[in-house]
């Protein structure tokens, strides 16, 4: 028995530092136990309740370990010289007859790992291909955060987390999502905290929160908008703050003037009363803290919630005080060098750019897409619209190469899968988006069967068509050391003979770490609190549509990534269904129990319906994204959801589905 060190390669903001127990058995060392090190701050000794299951999916009995071809008899294994000499030969047709944008690489964030993620991305820039941009989850966050606070988003230090007397965790179910949180916000309740939950529904961190707020959904800006007035009315702001760090104090004051609590309450559905003591607790309280999640971003309106919610610590100056403030992400943190991270260097001003939200209508046969890449995602299950998605890869035309550690709904649609390594069989570098530690893991086992890196295939790939451009080809040191080639202060002293001795080190943040306690890296300098941020009243659901669907994560999933694991389904009630408030289901003749069938203006699926006082009236709830193939109807719940996109940072909408219910013949023969 062997322990390591290896960071959490999964797309969470805790990227935890796990402990993994290795074991020889006859086919060589084998992982069995991956627990959290006890040591890590941020980590303490537990891995979540998914991961901790990693072991189920590395050695999972569908998990792809040799290249596979798509022929008319299903699947066949061939060797890696014949699978990348056919698809060279075949990307260097498409190239020759159709240029570099009939080529679209398709990716997210399946692993976080800077080379196996990011940096995968060099060979497609360096073959002129389509522009993807990565939209689907954080971009509208990160745009109305920036157009406050200036490039890159700076978060408060957890660990000064448990100094806050008012917590606000706002759109974000962290208790699933961000569990490594939950430690410093107990310490901040034992020290007398407050703790207050702003979510439609009530979820696990609303059990756990001393006040939950159910909220309507998608309007958020609406309840920042009169938590100021307010404040202004009852001249509860920082006047200091305001004065010195701010710009554009009398735009927001004018918006907010608008927003009298009894609008703010016929718009968010909340009690004006409750409305008027969170907004004064919200001022007085030193330090306030507010946990921004994305749920509030996906909506249409989402970049103006985001951006409305987050001028609030500018407002009441909670930057000032150590443990007060916001955080959305701490990713801006690591101020590495990415100029040549992932070819960056050679993205041309003329490219032309997909978004990957709208990955159905590229792939329509109009769009001129010749051949897909798909790494470190599963849009057959997680993209918006995915009957359209579904189609799109199938097309007879179509090139599709997936690049897969589990036979995912979108590998099997796929010409060609190439079996990856996972974060146990390669070396990577890791940031994180919810605390200031870099960290670096070495390889723990050789690569099960014939899997390989996303690096090695894609430089395979490369050397065929005859790329030279020589980032493609470099190793993790290379990689790393010019990542760490930057004179930020963050940086100094983080090198990578420490990383790989260390494994996790700390950014050398100032302390304490006030990262907009004086302005913030604008143009002026200055918080800009202009143009204010505006709710526009209209809400998405109708007559025909009459109820809104919001799709967040599960517990026991990470996205799709653990789903195909029976043992994680299972904890999930075996299989996907849908949430209804009991006062709606009754008077429409619906039973708890029952298959429904759910239309939207995309698609339709069908589910058991759940009836629960936990979800609000007008609103349904359907948590994690499932692969298709366990419901009955075999569809993912993204068959619903749709490409619209945010108003800021062209974001994904995955909480904006206005839908209807109706019960289905189906019910007279249950799921087993
Ligand atoms: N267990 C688990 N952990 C995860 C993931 C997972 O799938 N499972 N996914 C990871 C990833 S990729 C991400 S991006 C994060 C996401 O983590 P979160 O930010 O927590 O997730 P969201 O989907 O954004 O939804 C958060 C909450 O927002 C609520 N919500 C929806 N609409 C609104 C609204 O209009 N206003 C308000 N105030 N709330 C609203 C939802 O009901 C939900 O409870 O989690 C990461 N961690
Ligand atoms: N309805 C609805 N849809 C959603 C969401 C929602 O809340 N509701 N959430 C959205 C959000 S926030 C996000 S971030 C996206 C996530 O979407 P994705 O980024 O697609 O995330 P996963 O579903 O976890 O799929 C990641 C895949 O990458 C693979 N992978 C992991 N490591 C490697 C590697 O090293 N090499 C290769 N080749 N593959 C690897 C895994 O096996 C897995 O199949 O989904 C979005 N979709
Ligand atoms: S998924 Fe998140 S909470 Fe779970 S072990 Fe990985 S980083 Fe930690
Ligand atoms: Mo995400």
Known sequence: MRETLLTCPLDCPDACRLRVQLEQSSGGERVVRIGGDPDHPMTKGFACAKTVHYPLRQYHRDRPLRPLRKTSSGFREVSWEAALDAIALQVGGVLERFGPSAILPYHYAGTMGLREGEHAHTLFRALGALELDETICASAGKAAWESGYGQGCLGVDPADVARARLILLWGINSLSTHSHLTPW?????????EIVHIDPYYNKTSRFADRHLAIRPGTDAALALGMMQQIFSEGLEDRAYLAEATEGEGELRA???????????????????QIASLARDYAVARPAFIRLGYGMTRHQQGGSALRAVSLLPAVCGHWRSVGGGATLSTSGAFALNRRHLGGRHLLRPGAIHVNMNRLATALEPAGGVRALFVYNSNPAVVAPDTNRVRAGMAREDLLTVVLEQ???????????????????????????????????????????????????????LGRRLGVTEPTLYWELPALMEDLLDSAHPHLAGVTSERLRREGSLRLSLPSPFLPYAAGAPTCSGRVHLAPAPAYLESYPTTEDFPYLLLTPPAHHFLNSTYGMVEQLAAQERGRPDVWMHPEDALPAGLRDGQIVLIRSRRGQVTRPLRLTEETPRGVLVAEGTWWGSFSQDGLPINALTSELLTDLGAGSTFHDTPVAVSSLLADISPLP
Do not use: C
């Not at 916000?185 to 905290?193: C, E, F, P, S, V």
């Open 406 to 460: 589990a036979m995912t709904e979108t590998a099997q649609l796929a010409d060609y899968v190439l079996p990856a390594t996972t974060f146990l069989e390669h070396e990577d570098l890791y940031t994180s988006y919810g605390h200031h530690y870099l960290s670096y893991n070495q390889a723990a086992l050789p690569p099960l069967g014939e899997a390989r890196p996303n690096s090695w295939i894609f430089a395979e």
């Open 185 to 193: 916000l107990t310490q901040a309740r034992k020290a007398g905290a």
């Open 255 to 273: 918006a907010a003037a608008q927003w009298d609590l009894d609008r703010t309450e016929a718009v968010t559905g909340l009690p004006a009363e």
